[in-house]
């Protein structure tokens, strides 16, 4: 739900700011979270031996999924393209689980995650006026869910051997390291007013900070394939926020795009309820 309100801040943030620069300002107000989160709770605690490539691949892969997102939204617009990204990014988690962990899911969960992103491209093409299919947006949100759902899966790799908020510094400080130069490169001189380090620090801190320490601890608990698909539920929010807060209204039949991603969420977490059970 919390980056279900990341594109609503993103509506707020001045015109000049080039969404580049919000990609890779929010990786560093993440780092930056993170950093103060493990001096705060992991200070005392007995050092863990870092799997630094891990960290680094997790850190690309972040970065990835951040400049191919606002690249790829960029492109295709704001619906279609986050469909597509956060759409496949379960699809992508699946099939990845099933090959290099050899844990496929289960016929209820591919039922449930299809279903959910089927009712996540009904809402994108909605909320959407285009005439033409713009490919190469569309190939770069893509990308994003592909380097999303690898991040996810490695991540819980290292959450599960070590402390939470240490692991995921070093991983957005990579992300930032990596991020900052393209976007001085693509987005230009930064041109940021105090309205815009708002909009910076909300989505570092919050949208990015804290959803991504809520998704890790609950990566500890369920499989990394149900964790991506879990978040379904911000196409969920950002509509609810795209209503009340934007005042966009788009086509009636929305809605049961919406009753999609509901249903699909519902027959995932049942999924995952009965392996659970199972197991």
Known sequence: MLWGTTGTAQYFAPAQLSPY???GLRMVMAALFFGALALLLDRGHARQPMRWARIVFCGL???IYNLSFFAGVKASGVALGTALAIGSGPIWAGLMQAVVQKRMPSAQW???TCTGVGGGIVMALAASDRQ???WAGMALCLLAGLSYAAYALVNQALVLQSRVATVNAWVFACAALLSLPVSAWLGGPLQISAEGWAVVIYLGMVATGFAYLLFSVGLRGMSAATGVALSKAEPITAFALSLLVVGERPAWWSVLGLLGVIGGLWLV???ERKTAETV
């Open 21 to 23: 620069w919000v990609g």
């Open 61 to 63: 892969c972040m970065a």
């Open 110 to 112: 591919w039922l449930g």
């Open 132 to 134: 033409h299919l713009p």
């Open 269 to 271: 977490v049942q999924a």
